[in-house]
């Protein structure tokens, strides 16, 4: 069966300092892969969506990075991070298969900028 | 940019009683999905709805898809504590790209025993 990690799970970090949230899946193949943001336990914002090694889409614009170093390895990253950036980061993979998009969780990193 | 919207955002009843939460949009879904997500942990997914007029069945949940394939509903009937959470729904819409999911912002269901 599939399963996928998340680390840390808790993060505390000091505006200015970077960051790198990693996501590893297991027991698929060529997934797609996903960062999505939860702010206040509501709505998910699409970060970046990988379908393969080295690419790498990006759907908003801001000081976050994304690389797919191996492919069951999802890592995000920032340079310099703000307070804004705070929240809930989730980590998802798929396999397209005809219409739907089916996505599976990971548990969350929680990120706190202070 | 496509909308998602879900109603009510909050909802608070009482263990035993039925419900149902709503998810609509204006544009076509290809696909839509039902996820329960619990504090502090990632969405959990409870069904893919994609042909029109769809419904499904997950023990004491039942999702419908609508005729026109724009809306879909979850009712939830004789609700326990356990069913307490957020609940989300995602579509892909026609025409969307293969690999992006529009999530509406969430009911959140308290059951209080």
């Known amino acids: 069966s599939q399963t996928i990690h998340q680390w840390p799970a808790t993060l505390v970090q000091p505006v200015g300092s970077p960051l790198s949230l990693e996501c590893t899946v297991e027991?698929?193949?060529?997934?797609?892969l996903y960062w999505y943001r939860q702010a206040a336990g509501r709505g998910l914002q699409l970060l970046f969506y990988?379908?393969?090694?080295?690419?790498i889409s990006s759907e908003v614009p801001q000081n976050l990075s994304a690389s797919r170093p191996q492919d069951r390895q999802f890592i995000l990253s920032s340079k310099k991070l703000l307070l804004s950036d705070s929240g809930f980061y989730l980590c998802?993979?798929?396999?397209?298969?005809?219409?739907?998009?089916?996505?599976?969780f990971g548990p969350g990193t929680r990120l706190t900028v202070l | 940019t496509q909308l998602l919207e879900q109603s009510p955002q909050f909802l608070s009843i009482q263990e035993g009683e039925n419900l149902t939460v709503y998810c609509n949009s204006s544009?076509?879904?290809?696909?839509l999905q039902w996820y329960r997500q619990e504090p502090g942990e990632g969405p959990v997914l409870l069904v893919t709805?994609?042909?029109?007029?769809e419904v499904k069945k997950l023990k004491r949940l039942t999702f419908q898809f609508g005729d026109a394939r724009k809306d879909s509903s979850l009712h939830i009937t004789a609700a326990q504590p356990g069913d307490t959470g957020l609940y989300l729904c995602?579509?892909?819409?026609?025409?969307?790209?293969?690999?992006?999911?529009?999530f509406g912002k969430g009911t959140k269901l308290s059951v209080i025993p």
């Open positions: 998802a993979w798929s396999v397209l298969a005809g219409d739907g998009n089916e996505q599976f």
């Open positions: 027991g698929t193949s060529n997934p797609n």
């Open positions: 990988s379908v393969g090694i080295g690419q």
């Open positions: 544009s076509v879904f290809s696909s």
């Open positions: 709805v994609v042909t029109g007029g």
């Open positions: 995602a579509g892909k819409y026609s025409g969307a790209g293969s690999y992006q999911l529009t």
